[in-house]
């Protein structure tokens, strides 16, 4: 339970991040109050995405999956760019069009492979300290 926490957390920032350099990437909209207020509308974006990532995109890519199979996986992209697209209209100050959000949704993907590639290397290594 502890270690699934310490991923989401791990997540939660990395995505938080992602999501900071998307928008600077893009050039999409955002509320530049203040440099405060930046950071932690991006951690609440974050944290929002990676709620949604974890609820509704399981559900989204099984009402998907004919469509997903027919383009041969390439309709993830869209379904990753819904998430993207769904989180930021949820996220006060930020806001962004639905074809920066597939593209931020690439951004994103790839960052959580990269985390979850890291975890599965560090995962055998601590089973084996502890036999």
């Keep these: 339970m502890r270690r699934q ?9 990395l995505n938080s991040f992602g999501l900071w350099v998307a928008v600077r990437v893009f050039g999409t909209g955002y509320n530049n109050a203040s440099a405060t207020a930046g950071v932690w509308g ?7 995405f990676s709620i949604i990532n974890s609820v509704l995109k399981p559900i989204t890519v099984i009402f998907a999956l004919p ?3 027919l ?3 390439l309709f993830m992209l869209v379904v990753n760019g819904l998430m993207v697209y769904i989180s930021l209209k949820l996220a ?5 069009s639905f ?5 931020t949704g690439m951004l994103l993907s790839l960052i959580n492979y990269i ?13 084996g300290n502890k036999s």
């Design 92 to 96: 006060p100050g930020l806001s962004m």
């Design 67 to 69: 469509a997903i199979l």
């Design 115 to 127: 985390v979850s590639a890291v975890l599965e290397l560090r995962q055998p290594t601590e089973a």
């Design 99 to 103: 074809i920066n959000s597939i593209l």
């Design 42 to 48: 991006f951690l609440l974006a974050g944290l929002i």
């Design 71 to 73: 383009t041969l996986g």
């Design 5 to 13: 926490f310490l991923v989401f957390l791990v997540r939660w920032v």
